[in-house]
Every structure is written in structure tokens, then in C-alpha cells.
């Protein structure tokens, strides 16, 4: 499974609902599980493995062997937030780049598992985070949509870089 770097165009897709909760969907959750671990990220979200559907996993810990961490979210809603503030975040999909995203600090999601069972989660800092921003690649909004002008400025350079790359394999 290979994760897909800005700027490839499904990225700016995002998902559809997801409808059918069969074990195809649970596979594709374990192999974009794996993909994370593999890439040494804390979130995926569909999209960014080219699959344009309203599911993200993730794990704060980033450690495969944490499996408690582990979450796996169909079609997430942000129903409350509240606070704002600002940290770094990076993304698989823009690798080297960093930058610093104001986000809400606390978030209530209502979603859907795997079986299509209806949950709600109450979520704060760094999950609150993960989930905002792996959320926002289901809507085709990818982290340095969100930056301040300075932190756009600062990575201009190295965006561009990712976006001549593409164009040389394309
Ligand atoms: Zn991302």
C-alpha cells in the first residue's frame, strides 16, 4: 500500500461516505494500519492511499505494539469543540515538512465503526489533533491549508520542491 505525496490530485478528492461495512472495509483499515506503522506515522486517512472513502485509523503512539491506541473512525463528525491552540504537525503526505496548525483543543466526533455500529468520542490535545487533521483529508483539506501566513511563507520552498517532483514523475 503506498501512501501517496502532495500533490497528487486524489488528496484533493477526499471520501465518500462509507456505506457498506464488510470485510473488505476491515481489510483495507488493517493493511492502512499497517501502512502507518510501516511509514512511522500516527494517522492515515483513505484518501491518501488513493482510496476515496470516509475512513481514517490512527495511534497516537505511533507503536504498533501500543494496540490499545488504536483507532479506526467510518464517516467521523465533529459534533462540539472548544479552544484553540497552536502545534507542529507533519503529515505522510508531505514528507520533511513541518509547520505549526491551530486546531481546536478539545472535539466531540460522532462516527461509525467497522461494523457500522454508531459511537461517540470525546477527545483532547494530541488525539483531538490526529483526529482534525486526518478528518480534513476526508474533506480533500490537507495541513498546510491551514497555515498563518508566516508558516506558508516558511514552507513555500519546500512545497515547491514536493510539487516539481511530482511533475518529474507524471
Ligand atoms: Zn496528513
Known amino acids: ?3 501517496l505525496i502532495y500533490p497528487h490530485p486524489i488528496l484533493r478528492r477526499g471520501g465518500q461516505v462509507v456505506t457498506t461495512f464488510d470485510a473488505e472495509l476491515r481489510q483495507l483499515s ?3 494500519m ?3 506503522y510501516e511509514e512511522g506515522g500516527v494517522g492515515l486517512a483513505a484518501p491518501q492511499v488513493g482510496i476515496e472513502k470516509k475512513l481514517l485509523v490512527l495511534n497516537p503512539s505511533g507503536d504498533r505494539n501500543e494496540r490499545s491506541g488504536e483507532l479506526t473512525l467510518c464517516n ?3 459534533t462540539k469543540k472548544k479552544g484553540r491552540d497552536f502545534e ?3 503529515c ?3 514528507p520533511g515538512i513541518h509547520a505549526e496548525v ?3 483543543v478539545t472535539i466531540t466526533v460522532t462516527f461509525q465503526d467497522l461494523d457500522g455500529k454508531e459511537g461517540t468520542l470525546h477527545a483532547d490535545g494530541w488525539l483531538a489533533r490526529i483526529i482534525q487533521h486526518e478528518l480534513d483529508h476526508l474533506e480533500g483539506v490537507v495541513f498546510t491549508d491551514r497555515l498563518t501566513a ?3 511563507l516558511r514552507v513555500k520552498a519546500p512545497l515547491q520542491e514536493l510539487e516539481e517532483r511530482y511533475r518529474a514523475q507524471v
Do not use: C, D, N
Open 76 to 78: 467521523p463528525k465533529i
Open 92 to 94: 505522510l503526505s508531505f
Open 102 to 104: 491551530e486546531r481546536w
Open 30 to 32: 488493517e493493511q492502512m
Open 1 to 3: 500500500m503506498e501512501v
Open 34 to 36: 499497517e501502512a502507518m
Open 88 to 90: 507542529e504537525e507533519g
Open 150 to 152: 508566516a508558516e506558508k
